[in-house]
């Protein structure tokens, strides 16, 4: 299977962690300071890069916002839940995970992504059906990060909690009906956290699955967050926590 990703960042970064590339198509009109490092990477990795017409461009790329850069890869290869905890165990570090209860905006889990690398999350973890997977634009929109932070994908959410259970992961759903707010709560623990649909939340099942349930302080109209930004504050409060009690 391949596919086509566009962006400097997405093809920079795929080029940078090793994915394999086919081949690398470089609109003639794209900006030379653009284009530059990816010549220079891609010369490194020794990829064949092609100089097209930006149409052709536009045609592969289908729809996503390319800036004069196309890179044909391997598909995404998902990870292991296994492999995500494993990662944890190698850095030595409590597993610091997320999963996504349908997420289906691309443009959210590649904002998530983006967040999870920045704070260290050790993978993330989303249901095969009904939620977006490992897209062009999700990696356009993850600025790269998407080469970086593992994804599994499985079958049955509720079973992976429970098998996360039994190895002493804590499951915190994000909800916006909860009692408990995040910052009063110690989340210093081997923890993952549930994000819900953008709009119906977090599922039942997944719900009364969750150990506890967290909410972040409202005070405004329209008291809802959109899914990456709420995702983004609680990896960030994970963080300071954890860096607060080092």
């Excluded at 890869?73 to 165990?89: F, G, I, M």
């Excluded at 993330?124 to 990696?139: D, E």
């Excluded at 599994?152 to 429970?162: G, W």
Aim: aromatic residues 6%.
């Amino acid at each position: 299977m391949e596919e086509f990703i566009g962006g400097k960042h997405s093809v920079l970064e795929a080029l940078r962690s090793g994915r394999t590339i086919n081949k690398i198509w470089i609109a003639e009109q794209a900006q030379k300071q653009l284009t530059q490092p990816i010549l220079a990477e891609a010369k490194q990795n020794g990829v064949i890069v092609q100089f097209a017409d930006k149409r052709k461009l536009d045609q592969m790329a289908g729809g996503v916002q390319h800036q004069g850069v196309v890179a044909q890869v391997a598909a995404y290869a998902y990870a292991e839940v296994e492999d995500l905890l494993a990662l944890a165990a190698e850095r030595n570090e409590m597993p610091f995970l997320l999963i996504l209860d349908e997420i289906e905006d691309p443009h959210n889990l590649g904002s998530i992504l983006r967040t999870a690398d920045c704070t260290g999350v050790h993978g993330v973890i989303i249901p095969k059906r009904r939620s977006v997977g490992l897209t062009a634009t999700v990696s356009k929109t993850s600025a790269g990060a998407v080469e970086y932070v593992p994804v599994a994908r499985v079958t049955n959410l509720a079973q992976t909690i429970e098998q996360l259970k039994e190895q002493g992961v804590w499951i915190a759903g994000a909800d916006v009906g909860a009692q408990q707010p995040v910052y009063q709560t110690n989340l210093n623990l081997p923890l993952a956290i549930v994000i819900g649909n953008e709009n119906k939340g977090i599922g039942r099942l997944i719900r009364e699955k969750c150990d506890f349930l967290l909410k972040l302080p409202m005070f405004g109209q329209i008291n809802s967050l959109n899914a990456s930004v709420a995702a983004s504050v609680f990896m960030y409060e994970v963080v300071r926590q954890r860096m607060a009690s080092e």
